[in-house]
Structures are given as structure tokens and as C-alpha cells.
Nanobody
């Protein structure tokens, strides 16, 4: 499975962005998919995850109510809608896919995309 993340950019605080994670090489409707982010000098951290067919979701506390993860299996694509962005959301965002149906642990993800930069100015 190859993952391509896109949709990052520069936005002012309070603005919105929608990230996309497109998968190719294999239908990944049964895979759990997650978004992670890494800011300079920080470790990679979990942001959001969505299950395969069932569509269960989980979010990091700091993004709850602002970010929404969704997927369109027919398009092999997972989205991360980010609203009310804050400067502390600035990071490189990565999508990842897991053989597991649902997980929030980065170590349990098997495929990673290349990352897309999100910069939120104050």
C-alpha cells in the first residue's frame, strides 16, 4: 500500500484545512488509518484514527471538537478536516495504515505516507 498525503499549507489561526490521504496498490477498506504529526524538536504524536469498515474514530484530546477524520472507501481516501486551527497545530502531518482494524498506536501502523506540512500563523 502506498499512501499519499496532501492538503497542507499555510493558514491563519482560526482557519481550516482538509488533509487527504490517498491509498494505492491495494484496497485498504479493512485497514485502520491514522493521522500523526511531528513538530520540530518534538516526537511524533497521534492525532486521529478511523477504523476500517466500522468507522470507529478516536482523537487526541487537544483536537477533539476541532478535527474530524473520515473515509471514503470507494475512493481509497481518508480525510482530516481541521477547523479552528491554532499555532500549536503547526507540524508535518502523516497518514498511516495498519493491518489492524483500529489502533491509535503508531508502532502498530505498517504503512506511512510522506507527510504534508501544516503551518498556522498567529
Amino acid at each position: 500500500v502506498q499512501l499519499q498525503a496532501s492538503g497542507g499549507g499555510l493558514v491563519q489561526a482560526g482557519g481550516s484545512l482538509r488533509l487527504s490521504c490517498a491509498a494505492s496498490g491495494r484496497t485498504f477498506s479493512n485497514y485502520g488509518v491514522g493521522w500523526f504529526r511531528q513538530a520540530p524538536g518534538n516526537e511524533r504524536e497521534f492525532v486521529a484514527a478511523i477504523g476500517g469498515i466500522g468507522g470507529s474514530t478516536s482523537y487526541q484530546d487537544s483536537v477533539k471538537g476541532r478535527f474530524t477524520i473520515s473515509r471514503v472507501n470507494a475512493k481509497n481516501t481518508v480525510y482530516l478536516q481541521m477547523n479552528s486551527l491554532k499555532p500549536e497545530d503547526t507540524a508535518v502531518y502523516y497518514c498511516a495504515a495498519s493491518f489492524l482494524a483500529f489502533t491509535t498506536m503508531g508502532s502498530q501502523y505498517n504503512y506511512w505516507g510522506q507527510g504534508t506540512q501544516v503551518t498556522v500563523s498567529s
